[in-house]
């Protein structure tokens, strides 16, 4: 069954200081891989998601993601963070079921900005 | 845009009720999905159905059941409550596709308190 880690529970940053929001998934021949932001109070929202073509995916906000066959990772940046990035981020990776596509979600990072 | 509503934001509930969670969406999606968060532990899946009358158990089923009578709607039910369900309950849904990276949509959350 495919899984995720993410590697830091709390990643805490100042503002305008570039962020790295680490995650690592197990290896499978075909793999979709998913992050979401979780803003306080609120459900998930769709960052940005790698499906197949260039490696390096953008997303909202300001967001990119790089996914690393060999590493199998798929690591989150952000060049310069803002205050309203302050949310719990999850990454996830595709898994079929059936028919369905169900979401194996990592454990979570919270990151904080602090000004 | 696609719209993912849970009736409930907030409940809070005596040990041993039976609890209804109700999920609508509105854009005509086959899949859909019920997970719970809890800190340090992430998203997990309790049920899924991927058509009207299916279902099929997630990773977490125990305790809970689901019922899908329209395409749109999607209960979760707690036959009684316990105060281990304490968490905070998403729904979620898609489209289907095999191969495709649908993107999943989520609702805003119940936060379910059982006393």
């Known amino acids: 069954a495919q899984s995720v880690t993410q590697l830091d529970s709390q990643v805490p940053v100042f503002e305008e200081a570039p962020v790295e929001l680490r995650c690592n998934y197990s290896?499978?021949?075909?793999?979709?891989l998913f992050w979401y932001v979780q803003y306080p109070n609120q459900g998930l929202q769709l960052l940005l998601k790698y499906l197949s073509g260039s490696t390096l995916v953008k997303g909202i906000n300001g967001f990119e993601a790089e996914f690393n066959k060999s590493q199998t990772s798929f690591h989150l940046r952000k060049p310069s963070v803002h205050i309203s990035d302050t949310a719990e981020y999850f990454c996830a990776v595709r898994s079929q079921i059936q028919g369905a596509q169900k979401l194996v979600f990592g454990q979570g990072t919270r990151l904080t900005i602090n000004p | 845009d696609v719209k993912v509503t849970q009736s409930s934001r907030y409940l809070v509930k005596r040990t041993g009720e039976k609890v209804f969670l109700e999920c609508v969406q509105d854009m005509d999606h086959e899949n859909m999905f019920w997970y719970r968060q809890d800190p340090g532990l992430g998203l997990r899946l309790i049920y899924f159905s991927y058509d009207v009358k299916m279902k099929e158990k997630g990773d977490i089923p125990e305790g809970y059941s689901v019922s899908r009578e329209k395409k749109e709607r999607f209960s979760l039910i707690l036959e009684s409550a316990s105060t281990n369900q304490t968490s905070m309950y998403l729904c979620a849904s898609s489209l289907v596709g095999v191969h495709s990276g649908n993107t999943i949509y989520f609702g805003e959350g119940s936060w379910l308190t059982v006393v």
């Open positions: 290896s499978s021949v075909s793999v979709y």
